[in-house]
């Protein structure tokens, strides 16, 4: 396993009216984020605040490309971006357990906080397709070219962890500075991680590790 500092390269925030952040998530151009009653969105570039949708929002966010995803105490609503409407609601596996939230493979990935685990499940029924162990709390959960990486919250500690998305090993840890913890965790698709943060309100842009052929580790 490799273990490094993790690079933060920007943060943004606190935005105006968001005491929190908890899940992150990225639709291809824009940052959403939950902050309890609303979900924001920011734009990377700029970090200006662009529009927010009312909806209890504690938890992980996902994009499916389409829909956005949102952890409200015990249940996971499917949301017209555009419209702000609830489209859908699904139980969460966790019951009001849970932390991150992900699409990828065309289900849903939720982190269990205090469980250590971490769910794929249905997108339309929210039955449980198979569960991962993790040895830590489990905050954010991200997908990016083919690596499962998820976030973990303890104390004043937290880290990045990728780990095998078969048995669970921890690959790879990006180790957080004392006192910055990460709620929420999302994969810009290319060389950022934007990370949440909890109560400071903040948003966190970290640097994914550049992967090489001769690692095994490419995209696949």
């Given amino acids: 396993m490799s273990r490094s500092t993790a690079d933060i390269v920007r943060e943004y925030g606190p935005f105006p009216g968001a005491e929190r952040v908890n899940g992150v998530t990225y639709d291809g151009q824009n940052v959403w984020f939950a902050a309890g009653d609303k979900i ?29 995803y949102q952890l409200a105490e015990d249940r996971i609503q499917k949301i017209d971006p555009n419209t702000g409407r609830v489209l859908a609601t699904i139980p969460a596996p ?5 932390s991150g939230l992900t699409w990828a493979e065309g289900t849903l990935w939720v982190g269990q906080y205090r469980d250590r685990k971490i769910h794929q499940i249905d997108p339309e029924t929210g039955a449980i397709l198979r569960t991962i162990e993790s040895n830590r709390f489990v905050t954010g959960v991200t997908w990016t070219d083919g690596e499962l990486w998820h976030a973990t919250w303890e104390g004043d500690q937290s880290d990045l962890r990728r780990i095998d998305p078969q048995t669970g090993e921890v690959l790879e840890r990006l180790e957080m500075p004392a006192g910055v913890g990460v709620s929420g965790l999302e994969s810009d698709g290319g060389e950022r991680f934007f990370c949440g943060g909890g109560g400071s309100g903040k948003v966190r842009a970290v640097r ?12 696949n």
């Fill in 208 to 219: 994914r590790p550049k992967r090489t052929a001769a690692t095994g580790n490419s995209s």
């Fill in 94 to 98: 966790g019951g009001g357990g849970d």
């Fill in 40 to 68: 924001h969105a920011f734009d990377p570039a700029s970090g200006k605040t662009l529009r927010s949708i009312d909806v209890v929002s504690h938890a992980g966010t996902a994009f499916d490309g389409q829909h956005l």
